[in-house]
């Protein structure tokens, strides 16, 4: 459908634009006038009044086609009278049989004479598909051919259009979030209607699939999140312990100490760290990293995990390195000279002058580099599950496993995802609490930031 | 004065705080190194692990291509050849791949080959179809163990219970090596197949395929709203509370955590607009707002970056701001531009939890073709086979791995080609 209905489309708007071009001239010819803009923008005003019925309809049959048949087909059957039958195994049935996937025999008479209403509305809804893309064409350009005046100013219209759609295209990152929001709250909401927010929010047990509390059913587990955030936590702890000291030293190094030349060697390669794929640092961690960590515990005579928190935040804060030494080094940089100057002038020498003045002044910077750099910790999700564990423990220890926000939604919604069950509506209630917290953190960044920006411009 | 310092005391105390100063400098040193020698190792671990799985064992059988077992003769068609039964031919040849077999020996050989074995039989029959009643030595595919332990990825020398090969394995696998019949060669089907449940058949071929028709859909997404939206900001946004709403939530976009877009996609995309499960098109558009404010900001500093008179000359000579816009400044940002979205293209090519989310993680074993069809990506062939617990997997992880920083260094020195060659300093 897709392929057809660009061809249309395409020949359409094409026809159009001739057919606009042809006709705007002429009537200029007879009324012996010039046109107020040139041809070719009345040609692109019928192409533009063409495109858009057809989009709409388009549009329009996809969102709706599914759902219109699938009413049509199933008010064929009385689920009051089988409860035991749900419409969206019963829809897949009738699809299977329809497309011949699965063998007609055996199935019940009903859901074969459902699969041919099936088919042939489908069929119906195709040419009717066509049919309505061709006529709607058509009734735009008929439309706006009555426009086809020389003293029409298209030029002017055309542009207004334009920018229409670029005003639009400006309105997607907004639209987006808006998206992010209503998914999170709507599925959210579904959840809170089965788990009490505060049980989610503040309590201790994370077992999904083990029945706790007295008169819960076989399949309700308990989902008290306390034990995921603390994960998170531990694991982002020791990615920033890792992190902050190596990238900003590497940032002092970079813009107080290192030569132009080194600077341009170590710049590139900090930027081939900064572009390597989170899974590669997952595949790191879980065939050098992990392993270490065992064997190291074992000399110290604890006994490690063999996913344990401590080697997915070591790997975790390689990944932020480059990310702390960049920014900051940008910080660093955005110092004014005369602060140095007048340190070096008064005779300190160059360690006092980074860490007396420098870095006093850039503190601002440096800390809402750090806040962005650990909300990257937190919403990083391939180290955590190639690397950490699975099992909701409680600990501060950074040799057990634990799990964090991110896992728990990737565990809840592989596989088989049900759309009335906690367990993967858990997912949705916790990447709520995901993208409010990494929100939170990346405003009071970008605004200490942006402070700090302003303090020396 | 009563704290006078003596001359002594002042330069002990500068020696003292030089020495502070060289540690400080050093501090600094060691962390840099400490950075690039992480880069090193892990390039070093990936390339260490994953080498060997561009070559794949393969065992040299006597084939003999009988007609009486082959059920053909030599004026068959071709489609009465494809339908031969060289599933026979390949049992005979395995029991006499080594002298004296009894039947259990035949069992255990047998698992020492792929079960790729019948085609690659058959496809040599194909290719030389005048071999008929003759008996050819051919090199076979060996199974994932087998190649394991000649690659030495496997160890031999522990409990045969913690062993993939038994100990009569071992026996016929010294057999194969000594008479020279076991050796490795270029591994075609890394780079032909897609996925498959036996790590010697598995290729990165569907993934990458996946991989390029998701891209593809980033880009037709991504690159005409990101210019659009960065010429509307930079040129025609009135100063007003909703410019600057887009403006804070094109920069908090940038920040949101990735698994979100793809809550996002499963939520809205799948679950409210339909889109087909598993594919490149809804995996593109994940991506493609998901990426969509690093390239707009890209594009908005290559459009700023053409200097004004340009576009006032435009507009001197009568054009429309439209026109001067369109005619003037935007070819000249296109490479900035193009840079820009490279970059997010690199940066989208590597994702891989919003992909997990919309169902691109289930096994597809064979290469797709449109971009509604359901497909992997490289990065989540990836995550699956660093999931898989079979160890011939470790290597092939490894190596596609590789491909995809492959892929990742070509288009980022592309983008540093693009910016070299078109860059215009005004």
Redesign the interface.
């Known amino acids: 459908m897709?392929y057809w209905s660009l061809i249309i489309i395409v020949l359409g708007i094409y026809s159009a634009y001739i057919f606009g071009k042809s006709r705007i001239k002429s009537n200029a010819k007879q009324l012996d006038i010039k046109t107020v803009s040139l041809p070719t923008y009345y040609a692109q005003y019928m192409m533009v009044w063409c495109l858009l019925p057809a989009l709409i309809v388009y549009f329009g049959w996809?969102?709706f086609e599914?759902?219109i048949i699938q009413n049509l087909v199933l008010a064929n059957f009385d689920f009051e009278l089988n409860p035991t039958l749900n419409p969206g195994l019963l829809i897949a049935e009738i699809k299977n049989v329809a497309s011949n996937i699965s063998f007609a025999e055996g199935k019940s008479i009903e859901i074969f004479n459902a699969a041919e209403h099936y088919s042939s509305l489908k069929f119906t809804s195709t040419v009717a598909f066509y049919l309505s893309i061709l006529i709607f064409m058509i009734l735009g350009v008929m439309i706006a051919s009555r426009k086809l005046q020389p003293t029409f100013r298209a030029?002017k219209s055309i542009?207004n259009y334009?920018?229409y759609?670029?005003?639009?295209?400006?309105?997607?990152?907004?639209l987006?979030?808006v998206?992010?929001v209503?998914?999170?709250l709507?599925?959210s909401l579904r959840f809170f209607s089965e788990v009490s927010i505060f049980e989610f929010l503040f309590g201790t047990k994370w077992y999904p699939y083990i029945p706790i509390r007295e008169g819960q059913s076989g399949s309700q587990g308990s989902f008290g999140a306390i034990p995921i955030f603390a994960g998170t936590f531990l694991i982002m702890i020791v990615a920033m312990s890792v992190a902050t000291?190596?990238?900003?030293?590497?940032a002092?190094?970079?813009s107080?100490?290192?030569s132009p030349k080194i600077r341009s060697i170590?710049k590139p390669?900090?930027e081939?760290?900064a572009?390597?794929?989170?899974?590669?640092?997952?595949?790191?961690a879980?065939?050098?990293v992990a392993p270490f960590v065992k064997t190291f515990g074992q000399s110290l005579g604890i006994d490690a995990s063999p996913t344990s928190a401590l080697a997915a935040g070591l790997v975790m804060g390689?990944m932020i390195?480059?990310f702390i030494?960049s920014l900051s080094d940008d910080v660093i940089n955005s110092v004014p000279q005369s602060l140095r100057e007048g340190s070096l002038g008064v005779g300190a020498?160059?360690?006092?002058t980074?860490?007396k003045v420098i870095l006093p002044a850039a503190l601002p910077g440096i800390v809402g580099a750090f806040l962005?750099g650990a909300?990257?910790a937190?919403?990083?999700?391939?180290i955590v599950?190639?690397a950490a564990g699975t099992a909701p423990n409680l600990t501060a220890n950074p040799f057990e496993n634990v799990t964090t926000v991110?896992v728990q939604?990737?565990i809840a919604?592989?596989g088989d995802?049900e759309?009335d069950d906690p367990r993967t509506l858990s997912?949705?209630a916790l990447?709520l609490v995901?993208?409010v917290i990494?929100?939170i953190l990346?405003?009071f960044a970008?605004r200490i930031v942006k402070k700090y920006r302003e303090r020396y411009e | 004065m009563s704290n006078q310092y003596s001359h002594e005391k002042i330069i002990q105390l500068r020696k003292k705080?030089?020495a502070?100063?060289r540690?400080?400098?050093t501090?600094?040193?060691?962390?840099?190194l400490?950075?690039?020698a992480?880069?090193f190792f892990?390039l070093f671990?990936?390339f260490s692990?994953g080498y060997s799985s561009f070559q794949k064992s393969v065992i040299e059988l006597e084939v003999s291509y009988d007609q009486e077992t082959l059920k053909i003769t030599s004026d068959s068609t071709y489609e009465e050849q494809v339908k031969a039964k060289f599933f026979r031919v390949k049992k005979n040849a395995i029991a006499n791949a080594l002298p004296n077999l009894n039947k259990k020996d035949v069992k255990l050989i047998n698992k020492m080959f792929s079960i790729n074995v019948d085609k690659e039989i058959k496809e040599y029959f194909l290719n030389n179809p005048n071999i008929l009643n003759t008996t050819q030595k051919i090199f076979v595919t060996a199974h994932s163990d087998v190649d394991q332990l000649l690659k030495g990825n496997a160890r031999r020398n522990i409990e045969e219970k913690k062993r993939k090969l038994n100990d009569r394995q071992l026996e016929f696998f010294d057999e194969f090596v000594s008479s020279g019949r076991l050796k490795t060669k270029f591994n075609n089907f890394f780079f032909k197949n897609a996925d498959s449940r036996h790590p010697e058949l598995a290729g990165i071929a569907g993934s990458f395929v996946g991989s390029l028709f998701t891209l593809m859909t980033v880009f037709l997404l991504a690159f005409?709203?990101?210019?659009?939206?960065s010429?509307?900001?930079e040129e025609?946004?009135p100063k007003n509370k909703f410019t600057e709403?887009?403006e804070v939530?094109?920069?908090?976009?940038a920040?949101?955590?990735?698994?979100?877009?793809g809550?996002?996609g499963?939520?809205?995309l799948l679950?409210?607009?339909?889109f087909p499960r598993s594919t490149p098109l809804v995996g593109g558009t994940v991506l493609a707002?998901m990426t969509?404010?690093t390239i707009?900001i890209a594009c908005r500093a290559s459009l700023k970056a053409v200097p004004p008179s340009i576009k006032e000359g435009a507009l001197a000579m009568g054009a429309?701001?439209?026109q001067a816009v369109f005619h003037h400044q935007v070819p000249l940002a296109l490479p900035g531009t193009l840079t820009g979205t490279i970059i997010g293209l690199?940066?989208a090519?590597?994702?891989?939890?919003p992909l997990?989310?919309i169902g691109m993680?289930a096994f597809i074993p064979n290469i797709p073709t449109g971009f509604?069809e359901p497909s992997a990506a490289l990065?989540v062939q990836?995550?699956l086979w660093?999931?898989s617990s079979e160890r011939g997997f470790?290597e092939k992880?490894?190596a596609a791995?590789m491909m995809?920083?492959i892929f990742?260094f070509t288009m980022?020195a592309l983008a540093v080609f693009l910016r070299s060659k078109f860059e215009r300093k005004w």
Do not use: H, W
């Not at chain 1, 000291?245 to 590497?250: A, K, Q, V, W």
């Not at chain 1, 572009?275 to 997952?282: E, F, L, Q, R």
């Not at chain 1, 020498?349 to 006092?352: F, I, L, S, V, Y």
């Not at chain 2, 939530?249 to 976009?253: D, G, S, Y």
């Open positions: 897709f996809i969102i599914n759902q030029q542009e334009i920018k759609f670029l005003f639009f295209c400006s309105t997607v990152a907004v987006t979030t998206g992010i209503f998914s999170l709507f599925e000291p190596i990238g900003l030293f590497t002092i190094y970079l107080e100490y290192a170590v390669l900090l081939i760290l572009g390597v794929p989170t899974i590669v640092y997952g595949f790191f879980f065939v050098t390689i390195i480059p030494s020498n160059k360690a006092e980074i860490k962005l909300s990257r937190i919403g990083e999700t391939m599950v190639v991110t939604i990737v919604l592989i995802q759309f997912a949705f990447g995901l993208f990494t929100l990346n405003i970008l | 705080r030089s502070a100063d540690r400080f400098k501090y600094g040193l060691i962390a840099t400490m950075g690039m992480i880069l892990l671990t990936i692990k005409p709203i990101a210019i659009g939206a010429i509307y900001l025609f946004a709403l887009i939530n094109i920069a908090n976009l920040a949101v955590p990735s698994i979100v877009f809550l996002l499963l939520g809205i679950n409210v607009f339909g707002l969509l404010p707009i429309s701001k439209m690199a940066q090519l590597g994702e891989t939890a997990i989310m993680i509604t990065p990836i995550y660093v999931e470790q992880t490894a791995i995809i920083l990742l980022n």
